[in-house]
């Protein structure tokens, strides 16, 4: 199918101008800038309309070709930038193998093969390709025993431009303007270079990730009499640090490819609370002062190595080897007097966890055409992660003489954790089967079984062992050219996460430490039922898809009762029963040209979600995940300005979904989305892109109700109204590439 392959801060705040004060109206002049853009474009040259625009179809008609010369008008610096100008193109947000194992899913292949990489997302791979050296960009919504990856609606394959030398190098430069007037530099740089078989891909990133978030917070009795109110600043200082690289080799029929991968993305938060308390007429004004150092380094390899057989067959290894650390240490002290030139603090609580994963997975198969229209892949699949974790937490309010390995406090161990290894060894041997029933039907059946061991040691001595067979079968039928259906079936087993095993620290609720662990966690199953139906307009106008899917789960993961002590209500991750969602995927994605306006594209999607499970605390019906969202986005290119302006705005449906615990019941509103951005390329090959991201500075509020006891009992103790806000930004990026 394809010829190639972060004490100050608390006494300042109430007098800085804040989130929370009329900010829900402001938005930047950048809107208005784009506005008037909008308003003048129409009078300038367009883009040439499609049929003078060089574009051929592929031998299979369900697969759509873009060449490099498509997307000349449009000035674009990085693969990235090309697949954003292609309607109905959305591209999953994980690495390339996905959460359990290495599997035979994504959606993103390069000359024709996956990315042997699970924290390689696929735009972050698109964004280190330069433009230059893309020759077509291929979306493929056929399935066929030829592909490297299984599974996806759609593939997107770039294909690279064939040349016995070449190299480019890219540099960005970007600066981040917070709403506190932090400013944060950061920046990137890829190096891609050919030299006869041999090619690679080195990258160097320093993310800035900078947040100023404050939430305000008022509890109350259920008889509306006031209990306290909060404002809390919270102030993350980060840089993301990453290097990778990506090389291969080709010689014959063989071909090579290796994958290296470092990250550093440690954090230091402040975090400051000014508590007013009410009691009988007479109020009580005290602060928390909360440091946490949090230190996550990561780094991973993985490579393939595939032989292509004179009859066609074609032989493939694959490997990944990763190990990923995360340890975060919080203390949290009690300020009485916040206004006092040098207030005493006394530390209350101490926590820290350390946690270590490694994953070592290797996989191999073996592809071939049994037949005329009849495609096999065998394989077998080898993986085994290792989680080592600790927690410790000193409380001052538990009994016992103070330790230095607790803070300097007293050690609260019927909650401590000092060190739980969970390892899995899972095997898994599958079958593909690809069968081209005529030239516009095709189903492809798989069948995957797999046996997994999960040993745990520390606070808890046990070993179990779990089998599973997980069928799919994945039918395409295009009606026309333009008008596809798929429908699939199958069966998916969840991938545990093996820090839920052991107790694990509460960072949601401040009145509550920890949330238990549940060493006899089993696996989610789920049958799942999709149905899409997608049409293509005709001259490359856009695409109008909906999917509708059904999902019956087995063993859901929820909350469940894990107290031992009444006088400390505690939950757990927990395995509470069978579950059902469903709801349906609506997607536009429209050029408007039938408006005068070739060269601008608009996305829309409308997505609507229902579920239901029997609550284990209630006994009440209810929903387990939200109702769905709406986006709309709108890309506009002035090709004569060599410009383009536009917007991505997301609406979440709101309600109907209760988070209820041991002794809680919480309802989120989650915020609204607006980004802005304006680019522009100067200086022949410069670009300069000018956002506003989180313009509306919309917040995410919540409502949580305390009961007397557990919540099966009825009796509200206490009602919680609080709301986050994260800030504006303002980010200036400029890249180019030589």
């Not at 698109?126 to 299984?150: C, D, F, H, N, Y």
């Not at 080709?250 to 490819?257: A, C, I």
């Amino acid at each position: 199918m394809y010829s190639s392959p972060a004490l100050s801060v608390l006494r300042s705040s109430m007098n800085a101008p804040s989130l929370f004060r009329g900010s829900a109206l402001r938005v930047p002049l950048l809107a208005a800038t784009i506005s008037c853009l909008a308003g003048t474009s129409t009078g300038y040259a367009q883009t040439p309309p499609l049929q003078e625009i060089p574009r051929e179809e592929a031998q299979d008609e369900s697969t759509v070709v873009y060449q490099a010369s498509y997307f000349h008008p449009y000035n674009p610096t990085s693969a990235n930038d090309m697949v954003d100008r292609i309607p109905g193109v959305s591209l999953s947000g994980g690495g390339g193998g996905g959460g359990r194992g290495l599997g035979t899913g994504g959606d993103l292949l390069i000359d024709g093969q996956r990315i042997a990489g699970k924290d390689n997302s696929p735009s972050d791979q698109l964004q280190r390709i330069a433009a230059s050296e893309v020759k077509r960009i291929e979306i493929i919504r056929g399935t066929s025993g030829e592909l490297s990856v299984r599974g996806s609606g759609q593939v997107v394959n770039v294909v690279l431009v064939e040349s016995a030398s070449r190299s480019s190098t890219t540099v960005e430069v970007n600066s981040d303007r917070h709403h506190d007037g932090e400013v944060q530099p950061g920046g990137s740089i890829s190096h891609s270079r050919q030299s006869g078989n041999f090619q690679a891909l080195l990258n160097l990133e320093a993310d800035p990730r900078y947040l100023h978030q404050e939430r305000r917070e008022s509890a109350m009795t259920p008889g509306g009499q006031p209990i306290d109110s909060t404002f809390e600043s919270n102030v993350r200082d980060q840089m993301g640090y990453q290097a990778s690289t990506t090389m291969s080799y080709v010689t014959g029929p063989q071909r090579l490819q290796l994958n290296l991968l470092y990250g550093d993305d440690g954090a230091e938060r402040d975090i400051m609370r000014r508590i007013t308390e009410y009691d009988e007429g007479t109020t009580t004004l005290r602060g928390e002062a909360e440091p946490v150092v949090y230190d996550f380094h990561n780094w991973e390899i993985g490579g393939d190595y595939e032989y292509s057989l004179d009859n066609g067959g074609r032989l493939q290894v694959l490997f990944i080897v990763n190990d990923e650390t995360r340890d975060n240490v919080r203390e949290r002290y009690r300020i009485d007097d916040p206004d006092a030139a040098d207030p005493e603090q006394t530390k209350q609580l101490f926590y820290d966890t350390d946690q270590r994963t490694r994953e070592r997975i290797g996989q191999t198969s073996y592809s071939w055409r049994v037949t005329e229209g009849h495609d096999l892949q065998l394989g077998v699949e080898r993986a085994q992660t290792i989680l080592d974790s600790s927690l410790f937490i000193g409380s001052r309010n538990a009994s016992g003489e103070a330790e230095s390995r607790y803070g300097d406090l007293p050690p609260l161990l019927n909650a401590s954790n000092p060190g739980t290894t969970v390892e899995e060894m899972r095997y898994e041997g599958f079958a593909f089967h690809n069968w081209a029933l005529n030239d516009r039907m095709s189903l492809e059946g798989n069948l995957v079984y797999e046996t997994s061991t999960i040993e745990q040691s520390g606070t808890v001595d046990q070993k179990r062992s779990f089998s599973f067979l997980r069928p799919k079968v994945d039918y395409r039928f295009d009606v026309t050219n333009q008008f596809q259906i798929r429908a699939t079936a199958e069966r998916q087993v969840s991938q545990l996460s093996f820090s839920n095993f052991a107790a694990t620290v509460n960072t949601d609720d401040n009145d509550r430490d920890t949330n238990a662990g549940n060493p006899d966690l089993v696996p989610e199953k789920e049958m799942r039922y999709e149905l899409t139906l997608e049409y293509r307009l005709p001259e490359d106008l856009g695409v109008l898809s909906s999917r509708f899917f059904f999902r019956d789960i087995e063993d859901y993961i929820g909350k469940i009762d894990a107290t031992t002590d009444p006088d400390r209500p505690v939950s757990a991750d927990g395995n509470v029963g069978d579950a059902e969602r469903w709801g349906v995927y609506l997607d536009a994605s429209t050029r408007l040209t039938p408006l005068g306006l070739p060269d601008a594209l608009l996305t829309s999607s409308l997505n609507i979600f229902d579920s239901r499970i029997t609550d284990p605390f209630l006994g009440t019906e209810e929903r387990i995940n939200s109702r769905g969202r709406a986006e709309l986005s709108f890309r506009h290119d002035l090709t004569d300005w060599r410009m383009n302006y536009g917007f991505d705005y997301r609406h979440p449906l709101n309600g109907g979904r209760k988070e209820i615990d041991v002794a809680t019941i919480e309802r989120q509103d989650y915020n609204r989305s607006l980004t802005l951005y304006l680019s522009k390329v100067a200086f022949d090959d410069v670009t300069f892109r000018l956002e506003s991201i989180n313009t509306l500075n919309d917040a995410r509020c919540r409502e949580r109700l305390r009961f007397n006891g557990s919540t099966a009992t009825g009796s509200v103790r206490e009602i919680e109204d609080s709301c986050t806000r994260n800030g504006a930004k303002v980010a200036l990026k400029v890249r180019t590439t030589f």
